[in-house]
């Protein structure tokens, strides 16, 4: 990894504004009450922690997207400015499993489920190929795994950047199916094929 900064000033000052335009934005009429209603900056507190619990949630999911796309605890600690070491121990092992949509099957009637491991964001949507035409579609997914449960029919799976409101409403009109609330940056979709597809 270079010297050279990952972003410029520019791109982290369209960063800053933009977490600050959401907190102010998102409560509606907050920005307004701030000038006449002492209420008004609990609320915007209460924002404020939405909002870091949120840039929190996304940088788990980025250093572990980073790791499953090959880049060591060594470099991820040197962007995040702390020792290899510290990286590990904050983000390692903390991710669970925030993508999972559905409990693990049990019973003699539970669908038969597995899991395709040692993934990266490289490869796993061939997996992902590979698995839907076999019968196989995503149920959960966190680092370097997704859970795949088996069907009778083939599957087709997509990833997309962050949709927006108007995408996510096109896909699921188009069929797709949103697997879990999202791993950022990516969101996961499935449908069903015709046999034959």
């Known amino acids: ?8 000033p520019t791109e982290i000052d369209r960063i800053r504004e933009g977490i600050a335009a959401a907190v ?21 507190v209460d924002a404020s922690r939405v909002g870091a ?18 880049h060591s605890w060594d470099t991820v ?27 693990p099957g049990e019973g003699s009637n539970a669908p038969k489920r597995r899991t395709l491991g040692g993934l990266t964001a490289f490869d796993e949507m061939a997996a992902l190929e590979e698995a839907g035409r076999d019968g196989w579609h995503v149920v959960g997914y966190g680092p370097f795994y997704h859970e795949v449960e088996a069907s009778s029919h083939p599957w087709e799976h997509c990833r997309v950047a962050l949709p927006s409101a108007a995408r996510h409403r096109r896909m699921e009109s188009e069929g797709w199916i949103p697997v879990g609330a999202g791993w950022f940056p990516w969101r996961y979709y499935k449908r069903p094929l015709n046999p034959g597809t």
């Open 24 to 44: 102010l934005g998102a409560p509606e009429g907050l920005a307004d009450s701030l000038e006449h209603d002492a209420h008004g900056y609990l609320r915007l």
């Open 53 to 70: 619990e949120e840039s929190s949630r996304l940088l788990r999911e980025a250093v572990q997207g980073a790791r499953a796309a090959g």
């Open 1 to 8: 990894m270079s010297d050279e900064p990952l972003l410029r």
């Open 77 to 103: 600690g040197r962007v995040l400015g702390v020792s290899r070491q510290a990286a590990q121990q904050r983000f390692s092992g903390k991710a669970g499993e925030a993508g999972s949509s559905a409990p």
